[in-house]
């Protein structure tokens, strides 16, 4: 115990004195997860809804990388890691704080295929504000039956089952088994394998089998009254089932909100290639709180109302065409479920990307000019507080991520130039890092490459300095000078101007530049999200 000790010591002593050893231990790879790769669950759960209780057992299995005889499983407080068993053989865990370390008694033989079994129950965390706020939300229907459902990004999936809680690992495939009142259904990942009927218990048993990698945070229950129908969409790789699960009495408002569902598939199979879990079906499921982007499990509760809870959140009319959450959660199972961060301080790749699939959908069935509106409309909501990158090793999210990070993504478009070029590289991310977890540094060089830019000051400015660029310009008696200024020293991007209403590049730098010739206006691409500032006024 000592020697986990000091590697704790040591990572909270390299980090600002605002973390803490739980920070470290929640964020970073420690050695006693660094040996060992998920292979496998089997997540078996009782939810006792009336004593807002859970209980069950998680096997794990893994393969060993390099031999090691101390593993790392994380479960939060209050739920409780009762008992661990390898071979029938129970062991014993030291607890910090909820990183429980198990001393495994089996020698670790490098490329060997082990398993342990995980004992818990307990009364998990409740989320006072799904889902920005990790937890279980306990409600019920307007007909008083049960609703309840789990959400915990950001806070990790081990507030309510145990698990090795870092994105970096995601487990191969898994399965759940989810006993529930004999009144009520459970809704997973996955496809439903069978329901088990125990009439002694007055419960039932949903299987659910996941078949692709999915991260922790990804994997949900549902539990409520609902029904079910479904339909078949012709996709890039063959016939994809979509499944619909929502409250009884909803029925029919979802048959007809939920057309959007079809329609976010085919506008994003077109940007972004084949929907990543054909295995695995789609699904929408009503929830007890606005959304979130569980994988082939996507959670609904936006009131069957278009826009953002029937708000537009551009100000253009467009925000209004589409139902919000169907569309931005289910961009997730691209950015999110199929390409995942390894830390949690690059959360920039999945917000961003998706924020800015919403103005890509706009455009495949209004054009380009409606998707351009929408995204330009939703800069009033950026508070550019911070940096879009957050802080590595402590699980701290950047800022700004939405629709900084769309604006971003945006003027990157208007550098390349070239639409047939952007999709290429928007299919191509999924299919290089297909079903893999990512570092900012590889989707940098990847995109870079992939162009064959220089994108260093570009994603230097953007994703880790809180300032908006400003074009400084201004006229003297027969030209204009103009420069880059509220940024980097190795700043440069080329932007798109309209000099006497034709059309031109700059490239400016953080240096004063001249256009020869003589001009009486200039106008800056309002694609470019920057700051245009005339120090004349003129």
Same mark, same amino acid.
């Given at each position: 115990?000592?020697?986990? =000790?000091?590697?704790?010591?040591?990572?909270?002593?390299?980090?600002?004195?605002?973390?803490?050893?739980?920070?470290?231990?929640?964020?970073?790879?420690?050695?006693?997860?660094?040996?060992?790769?998920?292979?496998?669950?089997?997540?078996?759960?009782?939810?006792?809804?009336?004593?807002?209780?859970?209980?069950?057992?998680?096997?794990?299995?893994?393969?060993?990388?390099?031999?090691?005889?101390?593993?790392?499983?994380?479960?939060?407080?209050?739920?409780?890691?009762?008992?661990?068993?390898?071979?029938?053989?129970?062991?014993?865990?030291?607890?910090?704080?909820?990183?429980?370390?198990?001393?495994?008694?089996?020698?670790?033989?490098?490329?060997?295929?082990?398993?342990?079994?995980?004992?818990?129950?307990? =009364?998990?965390?409740?989320? @006072?504000?799904?889902?920005?706020?990790?937890?279980?939300?306990?409600?019920?229907?307007?007909?008083?039956?049960?609703?309840?459902?789990?959400?915990?990004?950001?806070?990790?999936?081990?507030?309510?089952?145990?698990?090795?809680?870092?994105?970096?690992?995601?487990?191969?495939?898994?399965?759940?088994?989810?006993?529930? @009142?004999?009144?009520?259904?459970?809704?997973?990942?996955?496809?439903?394998?069978?329901?088990? =009927?125990?009439?002694?218990?007055?419960?039932?048993?949903?299987?659910?089998?996941?078949?692709?990698?999915?991260?922790?945070?990804?994997?949900?229950?549902?539990?409520?009254?609902?029904?079910?129908?479904?339909?078949?969409?012709?996709?890039?790789?063959?016939?994809?089932?979509?499944?619909?699960?929502?409250?009884?009495?909803?029925?029919?408002?979802?048959?007809?909100?939920?057309?959007?569902?079809?329609?976010?598939?085919?506008?994003?199979?077109?940007?972004?290639?084949?929907?990543?879990?054909?295995?695995?079906?789609?699904?929408?499921?009503?929830?007890?709180?606005?959304?979130?982007?569980?994988?082939?499990?996507?959670?609904?509760?936006?009131?069957?109302?278009?826009?953002?809870?029937?708000?537009?959140?551009?100000?253009?009319?467009?925000?209004?065409?589409?139902?919000?959450?169907?569309?931005?959660?289910?961009?997730?199972?691209?950015?999110?479920?199929?390409?995942?961060?390894?830390?949690?301080?690059?959360?920039?790749?999945?917000?961003?990307?998706?924020?800015?699939?919403?103005?890509?959908?706009?455009?495949?069935?209004?054009?380009?000019?409606?998707?351009?509106?929408?995204?330009?409309?939703?800069?009033?909501?950026?508070?550019?507080?911070?940096?879009?990158?957050?802080?590595?090793?402590?699980?701290?999210?950047?800022?700004?991520?939405?629709?900084?990070?769309?604006?971003?993504?945006?003027?990157?478009?208007?550098?390349?130039?070239?639409?047939?070029?952007?999709?290429?590289?928007?299919?191509?991310?999924?299919?290089?890092?297909? =079903?893999?977890?990512?570092?900012?540094?590889?989707?940098?060089?990847?995109?870079?490459?992939?162009?064959?830019?220089?994108?260093?000051?570009?994603?230097?400015?953007?994703?880790?300095?809180?300032?908006?660029?400003?074009?400084?310009?201004?006229?003297?008696?027969?030209?204009?000078?103009?420069?880059?200024?509220?940024?980097?020293?190795?700043?440069?991007?080329?932007?798109?101007?309209?000099?006497?209403?034709?059309?031109?590049?700059?490239?400016?730098?953080?240096?004063?530049?001249?256009?020869?010739?003589?001009?009486?206006?200039?106008?800056?691409?309002?694609?470019?999200?920057?700051?245009?500032?005339?120090?004349?006024?003129?």
């Amino acid at each position: 115990m000592k020697q986990i =000790h000091l590697v704790l010591i040591f990572i909270v002593t390299l980090l600002s004195q605002t973390y803490t050893q739980m920070d470290s231990l929640r964020g970073s790879i420690t050695p006693e997860r660094a040996w060992w790769d998920l292979t496998y669950y089997h997540l078996k759960m009782d939810v006792n809804i009336s004593e807002k209780f859970l209980s069950g057992t998680n096997l794990v299995r893994y393969k060993v990388l390099k031999e090691h005889q101390l593993l790392q499983i994380d479960l939060q407080q209050p739920m409780k890691l009762t008992k661990v068993v390898q071979n029938g053989v129970s062991l014993q865990f030291k607890k910090v704080g909820y990183a429980h370390f198990i001393y495994l008694k089996q020698k670790q033989v490098k490329d060997k295929i082990n398993e342990l079994t995980l004992y818990f129950e307990g =009364h998990p965390k409740e989320s @006072p504000n799904p889902p920005w706020s990790g937890g279980i939300t306990w409600n019920t229907d307007k007909n008083g039956k049960p609703f309840v459902a789990s959400s915990c990004q950001g806070d990790g999936a081990s507030l309510w089952w145990p698990n090795k809680d870092h994105m970096y690992d995601e487990v191969d495939s898994m399965r759940m088994s989810i006993s529930v @009142p004999e009144d009520l259904i459970n809704v997973s990942n996955g496809r439903l394998e069978h329901v088990e =009927h125990d009439k002694a218990r007055k419960i039932k048993t949903f299987h659910w089998v996941v078949k692709n990698p999915i991260n922790n945070y990804g994997v949900n229950i549902n539990i409520g009254d609902y029904v079910h129908f479904g339909e078949v969409f012709s996709g890039e790789k063959g016939n994809l089932d979509c499944d619909y699960w929502v409250l009884s009495y909803n029925l029919e408002k979802a048959k007809v909100q939920f057309k959007d569902a079809k329609r976010t598939l085919q506008a994003f199979e077109h940007w972004f290639g084949p929907y990543p879990f054909y295995e695995d079906s789609y699904k929408l499921v009503e929830a007890p709180y606005l959304g979130m982007e569980h994988q082939s499990s996507v959670t609904y509760g936006n009131n069957y109302l278009n826009g953002y809870k029937g708000k537009d959140l551009s100000n253009t009319g467009w925000g209004l065409t589409f139902d919000f959450i169907i569309v931005h959660e289910t961009g997730h199972e691209w950015f999110a479920n199929n390409i995942t961060y390894k830390d949690i301080a690059d959360m920039w790749i999945h917000e961003s990307f998706t924020a800015y699939s919403e103005n890509l959908f706009i455009e495949f069935f209004n054009g380009k000019q409606a998707g351009a509106e929408y995204v330009i409309g939703t800069r009033s909501k950026i508070r550019n507080t911070g940096t879009l990158i957050g802080d590595y090793h402590v699980n701290k999210t950047g800022t700004d991520l939405y629709y900084k990070g769309a604006n971003m993504l945006h003027t990157l478009r208007q550098i390349v130039n070239d639409d047939k070029k952007w999709r290429h590289l928007l299919r191509s991310l999924n299919k290089v890092f297909y =079903h893999k977890t990512v570092t900012t540094q590889e989707f940098e060089t990847y995109i870079s490459q992939f162009l064959s830019l220089d994108l260093s000051s570009f994603f230097n400015q953007y994703l880790r300095d809180k300032r908006i660029p400003i074009l400084e310009y201004r006229k003297n008696k027969t030209n204009y000078e103009y420069r880059w200024s509220n940024v980097i020293q190795t700043f440069s991007m080329p932007i798109k101007v309209a000099l006497d209403g034709k059309e031109m590049w700059l490239n400016p730098t953080t240096k004063w530049k001249t256009i020869n010739k003589r001009i009486s206006t200039l106008k800056v691409d309002k694609n470019f999200y920057i700051v245009p500032f005339n120090i004349l006024g003129n």
